[in-house]
């Protein structure tokens, strides 16, 4: 894992950000400078609606080493309660009792870490209301 | 003035077996598939003025020198460019090479896709490299792999169109079928519907054995301009590129309307049906990128072989075997001839001159007029879809 990429990140990875413009008035994620939909940079930063519902899932075995610790999990497509959609893992919950349309909410957690000793990545995941 | 460039041929294929081969590194494959090439063409190497390299991951080491190297073996001192698009990187590399000819800039150049993926024996590594194909902030470290998103995919399609696990199990075992043909592919076995269907799953409903493998290969081609041909009239075998398109998607599957049409190759495919003015119906034979199950049924709705939500049972009933309706990857597509990334992309075009030739041997496709290819990077951020014809055919 690369330290200056985990520091420049973990505003918007840790609070779950976006992006409202002041010109187009449309909502997008995730952060950027520019809105994709009108291109001005006259954009604020927003903060991610905390519940949604799913819209697509799966399960994942076999993933990376930094996030083997973690696996099996569950990942799915939530749109949140704002229209804004992202990819997310569905956690504390059995695949088999996963359906479209569960309602979720975001909790903070760790996504990936390096070995016993390195470093630890954080970000949302969901869990069931 | 004409819209469209130069009128550019193939006239040389050079492949290596595809397989893992721990006895031997990129250059090594790279300058097999590269020599098969220019003796294929019977050219004076001198003639060919640049090389355009696809690779996504050469070797373990620093990434272009394999380029360079290979080069060297192969007695040439030319400009090279070293293409990357994922696992279209292939592909990427022949559209530069072919804008290079079209564009008059050069009249004879090389087209190598390598790739050596054995190198990387470490559980979960292919993943991370698969992880730059997708988006790589917000869907990979968010905890997604290319496989997953492509499970996402399949339970829309299953979901949407009510296409059944025994539909999707048909695309590897009508693959695995043809593969058995081809002396370059990895595995030349037919597998049986039942082990697809037993597996384990990996990403559900994504089984163990539904995946192209991550192997080694190279291949390559010689392109040249029309007016090369026109200076050496004792080159046979030549087969003209009629369009070569490309095009894109968003990113990441969340920023997507709908996640059961791949928006780049319907795009893609547009622009190279309406370039030759021929429809989807005048296609005999085309090598699609079947990396899962369904990508293959994706891309055979897409491309406009068959109705949106008709490609399972379409496969299913065995329309897209050799010489039924459309001949799909007659070679055995990525699933059985393997994936090394940056070679699939050229290893594909190799098969639909082949075919065109008329080389094709036991899998050899009856009566064709036209074949195509389509490669595609990740999820389908990039597709690139080209139409070959007939030797006297012209653009």
Not at chain 1, 91 to 103: A, S, V
């Amino acid at each position: 894992m690369e330290p200056p990429k985990i520091w420049r990140e973990k505003r918007q990875k840790y609070l779950a950000l976006g992006i409202s413009c002041k010109k187009c008035g449309k909502r997008s994620f995730p952060l950027s400078e520019y809105c994709p939909y009108c291109g001005t940079n006259d954009v604020e930063e927003y903060r991610l609606a905390e519940t949604g519902k799913i819209l697509y899932f799966t399960n994942v075995s076999m993933t990376s080493d930094e996030m083997a610790f973690n696996a099996p999990y569950c990942l799915g497509i939530i749109e949140l309660n704002d229209g804004i959609k992202v990819t997310g893992q569905i956690i504390d919950c059995d695949y088999k009792d996963l359906r479209k349309g569960m309602e979720v909410k975001m909790v903070f957690r760790i996504l990936a870490r390096d070995g016993h000793e390195g470093l630890i990545k954080y970000g949302f995941k969901f869990t069931s209301m | 003035m004409r819209m469209n460039g130069r009128n550019v041929f193939v006239i040389g294929t050079g492949l290596t077996k595809f397989g893992e081969f721990y006895d031997r590194d990129s250059t090594s494959l790279a300058t097999e598939a590269l020599n098969a090439a220019i003796n294929d063409a019977k050219i004076d190497r001198s003639s060919i003025k640049s090389a355009y390299f696809g690779s996504m991951t050469s070797n373990s080491s620093p990434h272009s020198v394999f380029s360079s190297k290979c080069l060297r073996e192969c007695n040439m001192s030319i400009p090279y460019t070293r293409v990357e698009a994922g696992n279209a990187s292939g592909a990427a590399a022949f559209h530069q090479a072919y804008i290079s000819l079209a564009s008059g800039i050069y009249d004879c150049v090389a087209v190598i896709g390598s790739e050596k993926l054995s190198d990387f024996v470490k559980n979960g590594t292919i993943e991370k490299i698969l992880g730059s194909t997708i988006d790589y902030q917000w869907e990979y470290e968010i905890g997604a792999t290319l496989t997953s998103l492509y499970a996402l995919i399949t339970k829309a399609h299953m979901r949407e169109f009510h296409t059944t696990m025994e539909q999707l199990a048909s695309v590897p075992v009508k693959n695995h079928k043809n593969g058995k043909e081809n002396p370059h592919a990895q595995f030349r076995r037919e597998i049986p519907l039942d082990r697809f269907l037993s597996a384990k799953r990996i990403s559900d409903p994504i089984g163990r054995f539904d995946l192209a493998t991550h192997c080694d290969g190279s291949s390559a081609l010689i392109l040249v301009s029309e007016e090369y041909l026109e200076r050496n009239s004792e080159i046979k075998n030549k087969i003209p590129i009629l369009s070569s398109e490309h095009s894109t998607d968003v990113l990441a599957l969340h920023h997507r309307e709908s996640l059961t049409q791949i928006k780049s190759t319907v795009t893609a495919a547009k622009k190279a049906f309406a370039k030759v003015g021929i429809e989807p119906t005048d296609i005999a034979v085309a090598e699609v990128h079947d990396a899962f199950p369904i990508s293959e049924i994706l891309a055979i709705e897409d491309l406009g072989f068959f109705e949106k939500g008709e490609g399972g049972n379409a496969t299913e009933a065995g329309l897209t075997q050799l010489n039924n309706k459309i001949s799909i990857n007659p070679s055995g597509g990525l699933k059985a001839r393997g994936d090394p990334f940056g070679a699939t992309g050229i290893a594909q075009i190799v098969e639909i001159v082949e075919q065109l030739r008329g080389r094709a041997d036991k899998r050899q496709v009856s009566e064709i007029e036209y074949g195509l290819t389509h490669n595609i990077m990740g999820t389908g951020v990039l597709a690139y879809v080209n139409i070959f014809g007939q030797e006297e055919m012209k653009q």
